[in-house]
């Protein structure tokens, strides 16, 4: 029995391997190899990891870490695991000549998510010294801290020449709900920025004062958010929604029939949703 002779090679069989087949092997080969080393080499941020960033890093990155440790005390509150921490932070807040605005801004907000007595201090003592960059930060800090305490802290912002500050304190006031804030919150409904009007508007009426739901109603007017602020349609809505709750905590009938064809027809289910709770709350306060 003869041997059968070999058939020659395919040149194009050779080619296509030479081609596709081997670099690609290898590109997968090498994708598998770093992946690996990534794994290997992962290590989880903490907060303790995200502040040594912070003290050690260039100064363009610090205020990124510090952002990323408020974002994630705020998403894994378990990371608030020692009151050492919260020192760290207070350190480098209280470090104006080190720290950039923006770092000690997002370290304000981090220190927020400690709903201690200290924090509370901290931050109504930085209030008093920061810049107006980090003051819009430590305002929105009391907010989240619900340091009703520090309520009389926000006059001088609620008059302040910087609208975003008026804006700001305008909202706190309401979620720190002190009554006695109404009194100073009912110029700023005359405020000829748009925003503060609305905010204050906004916080009388989670103060029970019925004295912004004029502000309210036409806050209900969609087209007039759409053409003539330019908001787009969930800005718009989004507004409308708030609006709308606010009314619903005010004794206040003229805004009955608005509400009710809001319940009825608006396009947004979620806006329909809100004018009949607000309808709802509107008869059991009446009761």
């Known amino acids: 029995m003869t041997d059968e002779k070999a058939a020659p090679p395919d040149p194009k069989r050779k080619l296509f391997f030479g081609l596709f087949v081997f670099p690609l092997l290898v590109a997968v080969g090498m994708a598998a190899l770093l992946c690996m080393v990534v794994f290997l080499t992962h ?4 907060p303790e990891t995200l502040i040594t960033a912070i003290k050690t890093g260039s100064p363009s990155k610090r205020w990124q870490k510090a952002f990323e440790l408020s974002n994630e005390l705020n998403r894994r509150p378990e990371m608030i695991r020692s009151k050492g921490v919260m020192g760290e932070i207070l ?3 209280g470090d104006s000549e080190r720290y950039d605005s923006k770092t000690r801004s997002y ?3 981090a220190l927020s998510r400690f709903q201690e007595p200290e924090a509370v201090e901290a931050v109504r003592k930085r209030l008093k010294e920061e810049t107006e960059e980090v003051q819009l930060y430590l305002i929105w800090a009391l907010g989240n801290l619900n340091a009703r ?3 009389g802290d926000l006059e001088p912002f609620l008059a302040s020449s910087n609208p975003d500050l008026r804006q700001m304190a305008a909202y706190v006031s309401g979620v720190l709900g002190d009554k006695e804030t109404a009194a100073r919150l009912r110029p700023l409904l005359k405020d000829p920025v748009t925003d503060v009007s609305w905010n204050a508007a906004l916080s009388l009426a989670r103060l029970g004062d019925d004295s912004g739901a004029g502000i309210l109603m036409k806050m209900l007017d ?3 958010l759409t053409e003539n ?4 349609k969930t800005q718009a809505e989004k507004i409308m929604v708030n609006a709308a709750k606010g009314l619903g905590r005010i004794k206040n009938p003229e805004s009955d029939s608005l509400l009710r064809s809001l319940a009825e027809n608006d396009e947004s289910l979620q806006v329909r949703q809100a004018a009949l709770e607000a309808l709802k709350k509107e008869e059991v306060s009446r009761a």
Do not use: D, K, P, Y
């Open 107 to 109: 370290m304000a907000m």
């Open 229 to 232: 602020h330019r908001l787009s």
């Open 149 to 151: 305490e520090a309520a």
């Open 222 to 224: 969609r087209n007039a």
């Open 91 to 93: 350190h480098i807040l």
């Open 43 to 46: 290590e989880e941020e903490t």
